[in-house]
């Protein structure tokens, strides 16, 4: 455990032991049937407003970025909409629909257009604040948080009035810093009555905000030293790229680079804004530098340098510079890997006053990147960490130029810095870990530390469970227990809304102690009816920062015993990263859980990178397949492989697996092909709340007995031990047919019945064994590959049954008088129908295998004889008469 974090607990351990005495105290559950449920989906998330001058079809950079912030926030736990302007760099387009949904996404644009002239920017930026002022009027385009873009530079200031006037909360993303960005490009003094005042104005934006986001540490660093009030508001959330979107391409199958002439020649690209934050000059001396040799320079954009470029290169009789202007959206992944070197470039005077988010896009194009910065950029560091090229100093061109000389020359160099360079995209700066560090800022903006202390003592959460299932026969495993909270303003919210909060807070512990008691409370309750504390059992996710409480192993010790629940009905599920904390201490608890009989599951296993190594690494009992996977599972064929190497690594490591997400049935049947044995998700069941289970377990988990007199009713399902004839005939024999397929018992039980028999119909091998005990019956077909308990070990169980029933009967029958006697010296006492029925059962095993060792171990568990799959009916036929008939012979 980190110290920061072993600091916070110990500071609010006071008031968590109180709410733990609370929640925890006894077995009264929280209330639940009380709690009111919302049927409006949208009420579930958060609603994010974003105050955005740019979004495409504008190519602006900012624009593209925030677009494929609002698309993943939306598809997590949010409901955003988004204010913009018409587009002004637009490709093909001059006029984008002023209403419209993408991706979940609700945009509206303002009529106001961004002009590229300085005047008209001016100008069309203040129209664009004056929309946004009236559209913010309207309280349903607030939401319950809205978030402003920091271009134009003066439209944060709307958030600051809003506030004030609708105690409306807002965030700040900052992408320029201004008006230092202003000061350093020399357009007015750091003096002037203008700077003083918009950094008057700023501070009170800043301390009213909720949260300020900065793409970089310098830029955090240059915010604090001017106002040192908001530094713990401010947040580092980097820029990202898509690398499954932008991934390498070779120049020779990359139809950007041959109709442009680009793959015979070692090409240096400069894409994106050419403005007067970026250093051209120090790109234009090294292509003087090479103006003999086989390089050429490709710039792709626009920008207030690029004219002054263009005329600079005419100048210097440049024939190696080309100039291209912005390029549609989806030609990026051409555009960007249809070079050998990327460059990116921050001018002097401008770190952290701006955002060079072109950056990592070229990273994850797969190309070596040359960056031109000062030498305290973040820059370098990340290209060092990254390993994917180098850094320079603004003006030296002579070594960009021997730089670009030496990856022209090795080739092999060259793909090996581009490939670090996606690899550490793919690690680091993907859409979805970015877009999770937005959500985990943005809820804790709308949560507040008082609504969420209040949440927890008043009880407002609640939980609801999604049944775990086989997936040969939907027989219900157990449940995950899922928490929800019902919020006495924004109605119900789903984990994701608010669990990202309750940590930061700290209140993630007492909450977490309340959850595994609630579960095991409930379990047992649940087990209690079914007659079944043996397989039954629960599921519990654990944050990380639970994980590693000193007090897990003896807190999880009193829960279970208190609420009299075996120890291997509880898997506790983790995630990665609650390994990785701390390695050596996640070990020794994983060691003390697995003493206990607790399974862990590894949650969201194989969206990470290291996923596969964290299984020969810590001794883990199962994995949870992450539903990003099982998704793909219909469009992507490579992802049935990969989950096949996972199946198989974990049979070798005696790992249990489990899909998440399934929710449909070729996701099923696929899964199924594959070897996975249990699952969740919609398909099934959704998470449904607790006085729903039962009848869920009495229609998935009941053992079916059906009557030769009512075979029309046959796939009725009725309570374990009842009958459709409530007066069968004593002579008839009765069947005992187990098999986890569907298909397979109905056509064995309309083979037996034609035959003029009673059936009765098991769907594993534990509900054989109950079901044998309570009806005693004259025969049993077993199917032999039946998950969890196969045919072989419940024939075995059958005997061992019968033997003791046998005994036990047995030792009743004797006399109390002769009790004491020898056996040697008394009559054999007479043996109990029942007795005799259980004892000279025979047990029919039904096997696709007909190799000598399946024999043998069908003979050896006890089974009378055995018949193989494909079954020959006629043969089965042969088999129920000789055996049943010699079987109920009067004795």
């Known amino acids: 455990m980190k110290d920061a974090d072993r600091k916070m607990i110990i500071s609010k351990r006071t008031d968590q032991n109180m709410i733990v005495a609370k929640m925890v105290k006894g077995l009264d559950p929280a209330p639940i049937s009380s709690l009111k449920r919302l049927n409006d989906p949208t009420q579930d998330k958060i609603k994010l407003s974003i105050i955005t001058q740019f979004y495409p079809p504008d190519f602006a950079a900012t624009g593209q970025f925030i677009e494929e912030l609002a698309t993943n926030l939306s598809q997590q736990a949010m409901s955003v909409q988004v204010f913009t302007g018409q587009p002004g760099y637009a490709y093909q387009m001059n006029d984008a629909p002023q209403m419209e949904v993408v991706d979940q996404v609700s945009i509206q644009r303002s009529r106001i257009t961004h002009s590229r002239r300085k005047l008209g920017r001016t100008i069309s930026s203040i129209l664009f604040c004056l929309r946004s002022a009236l559209y913010l009027i309207d309280p349903k385009h607030r939401g319950d948080l809205v978030l402003f873009v920091s271009e134009p530079p003066y439209l944060q200031t709307l958030g600051y009035l809003a506030n004030w006037l609708f105690h409306m909360p807002y965030a700040c993303l900052v992408y320029d810093l201004y008006p230092d960005v202003a000061v350093e490009l020399g357009v007015v003094s750091e ?58 391409i070779f120049k020779q199958q990359n139809s950007f680079a041959q109709a442009h002439n680009l793959v015979d020649t070692f090409t240096v690209l400069y894409s994106g804004n050419m403005g007067r934050c970026h250093d051209m000059e120090t790109i234009l001396g090294a292509a003087w ?50 070079c050998d070197l990327s460059l990116v470039s921050v001018d002097v005077g401008m770190e952290g006053l701006v955002a060079p988010s072109k950056f ?30 180098a850094a320079f100093d603004n003006g030296d061109s002579k070594g960009l130029a021997g730089f670009i000389r030496y990856l022209a020359k090795d080739s092999q160099v060259n793909q090996q810095l581009g490939a670090a360079g996606h690899r550490f995209i793919q690690s680091n700066f993907t859409p979805e870990l970015i877009s999770s560090q937005y959500l985990k800022v943005l809820q804790r903006a709308v949560l507040k530390d008082a609504d969420l202390r209040r949440a927890v003592e008043q009880q407002e959460f609640y939980l609801e469970y ?59 309750q649940w087990q209690t009816e079914m007659l079944d504390e043996h397989t039954l059992g629960i599921r519990i996710n654990l944050s990380s920062r639970q994980f590693l409480q000193p007090d897990l192993i003896p807190q999880i010790d009193r829960i279970l015993d208190s609420n ?103 996701q099923l049947q696929q899964l199924k092909a594959i070897g996975i044995q249990q699952g969740q998700g919609h398909w099934f069941s959704q998470a449904v709340q607790p006085e729903r289970i039962l009848s869920l377990l009495h229609q998935h988990n009941q053992v079916r007995f059906i009557s030769a007199s009512e075979s029309t009713h046959a796939s009725e399902p009725t309570e374990i031990g009842d009958t459709v004839d409530s007066h069968p005939s004593p002579n008839i024999p009765l069947v005992l ?9 109905t056509l064995l039980r309309r083979a037996v019945e034609k035959e003029g028999y009673r059936v009765a119909e098991a769907e594993s091998g ?77 047990v029919l095993i039904i096997t696709s295998l007909d190799d000598t060792e399946s024999v043998d171990r069908a003979f050896e568990a006890g089974a009378t004889d055995y018949i193989t799959k494909p079954v020959n009916w006629a043969v089965l036929r042969q088999r129920l008469h000789r055996l049943l008939d010699y079987n109920t012979l009067p004795t």
């Open 289 to 338: 530098e090479l103006r003999d040799e086989p390089v050429q320079f490709l710039f792709i954009g626009a920008g207030p340098k690029r004219e002054p470029c263009v005329k600079q290169v005419e100048k210097m009789g440049l024939t190696n510079c080309h100039f291209l202007p912005y390029q549609d959206k989806a030609l990026l992944p051409q555009s960007l890997t249809a």
């Open 766 to 842: 534990e509900q054989a064994l109950i079901l044998y005990r309570q009806l005693q019956p004259n025969m049993v077909l077993l199917d032999a590959m039946m998950p969890e308990m196969d045919g072989f070990a419940c024939c075995s169980q059958l005997r061992q049954v019968a033997a003791a029933t046998v005994r036990s009967l047995d030792n009743q029958a004797v006399p109390s008088d002769i009790s004491s006697s020898p056996i040697t010296d008394t009559p054999e006492p007479e043996t109990s129908e029942g007795a005799h029925v259980l004892n000279h059962c025979p």
């Open 737 to 745: 047919i187990a098999d986890d397929e569907k298909l397979m018992r």
């Open 564 to 666: 009299n629940v075996k120890a291997g009905c509880l898997t506790l599920q983790i995630s990665e990263e609650s390994l990785m904390v701390d390695p050596a201490a996640a070990t020794a608890i994983l060691m003390q859980l697995r003493s206990r009989h607790i399974q862990v599951c590894l949650d969201g296993f194989g969206k990470g990178v290291a996923s596969l190594s964290y299984l020969h690494r810590f001794p883990i009992t199962a994995i949870e397949i992450d539903r990003s996977l099982i998704g793909r599972l219909e469009s992507d064929p490579e992802v049935a492989k990969l989950i096949g190497t996972i199946m198989a690594l974990a049979q070798d490591l005696e790992i249990e697996v489990t899909a998440e997400g399934i929710e449909t049935l070729h």
């Open 191 to 248: 003096n002037h009555w203008l700077v003083r005042f918009w950094n008057a104005v700023n501070k009170r934006v800043w301390k009213r905000s909720e949260s300020v986001i900065v793409p970089s540490e310098t830029m955090k660093e240059r915010i604090a030293a001017r106002v040192p009030e908001v530094t713990d508001k401010i947040t580092v959330i980097h820029n990202w790229a898509d690398p499954t979107w932008i991934k390498p």
């Open 466 to 524: 999604q049944p775990v299932v086989t997936l040969g026969n939907t027989r219900i495993r157990g449940f995950e227990a899922l928490v929800r909270w019902q919020h006495p303003q924004r109605g119900q919210l789903k984990p994701a809304e608010f669990l990202s909060a309750i940590e930061e807070s700290g209140l993630i512990i007492p909450l977490g102690w309340w959850l595994i008691n609630q579960a095991c409370y409930q379990l047992r």
């Open 360 to 389: 990592y896009s070229a990273l994850s194009s797969g190309r070596p990147v040359a960056v031109i910065c000062e030498k305290h950029s973040y820059l370098r560091q990340l290209v060092s960490e990254a390993n994917c090229g």
